[in-house]
């Protein structure tokens, strides 16, 4: 079956500039995650979602971020004034019920630029 | 606070050389760790978990709780073993596995 998607693939912006991006993640699955990944960094977590429910929202860095997940299915990952530091790729993956042995299913990411 | 460390950005062998990549943890429970590959242009992938004890690939990682270890190992290293390679460690938080992840190292298997 179709694996976890992200658009947009790639998203250049301005600094200040409001961004959106989006997750599918493998149908039927109940846990999605968010991570944002820096140059020469591993993957950090940003957020997590069961359901519709944000159950630990730890590793948003500031008040900027925000994610939203209205029908349990479809994430959006919101960040309002961009800043340069925001570049990265931010990743998101799910997995079937956010138990300990279920394995989580990374999307390929969008690679964000703020000029 | 949780924390992996991965003190090799690059490990270079040759072709059927052994492969030993470092990871070592600090976590206060009791951890539950991966492995996550980055094959060129794909996306990141489970390696293996330490709860199951298997080999894929040909690779190994055994959970040394007294080294607060979990290097991942294989006797002979193939070409297409080049690679990311990132340890985990599995957090529970809210009922979900968040996952912590070392900075990584690329693997390099030359001919």
């Known amino acids: 079956g179709a694996g976890v998607s992200q658009t947009p693939s790639n998203k250049v912006t301005e600094k200040g500039k409001y961004v959106e991006l989006r997750c599918d993640p493998i149908s039927g699955h109940t846990a999605l995650y968010w991570y944002r990944q820096s140059l020469g960094q591993g993957p950090e977590f940003l957020i997590y979602f069961q359901g519709t429910g944000a159950a630990d929202d730890s590793g948003l860095p500031n008040d900027r971020f925000f994610a939203v997940r209205p029908e349990g299915s479809v994430s959006t990952l919101k960040i309002q004034r961009t800043e340069r530091g925001d570049s990265a790729v931010y990743l998101c993956a799910s997995s079937p019920s956010g138990a300990s042995t279920d394995t989580q299913y990374f999307g390929p990411g969008t690679r964000l630029t703020v000029l | 606070a949780q924390r992996v460390t991965q003190p090799e950005k690059l490990l270079s062998v040759f072709k059927g050389a052994p492969v030993e990549l470092k990871c070592n943890y600090s976590y206060s429970g009791s951890p539950e760790l991966f492995w996550y590959v980055q094959y060129s242009r794909q996306r990141l992938q489970l390696l293996l978990r330490h709860i199951s004890r298997e080999s894929i690939k040909g690779f190994t990682a055994d959970l040394n709780k007294g080294e607060t270890s979990f290097h991942l190992k294989k006797p002979f290293a193939q070409e297409e073993d080049s690679a990311m390679y990132y340890c985990?460690?599995?957090?529970?938080?809210?009922?979900?596995?968040?996952?912590?992840f070392g900075t990584g190292t690329q693997l390099k298997v030359e001919l």
């Open positions: 985990a460690l599995e957090g529970i938080t809210g009922g979900g596995n968040k996952l912590t």
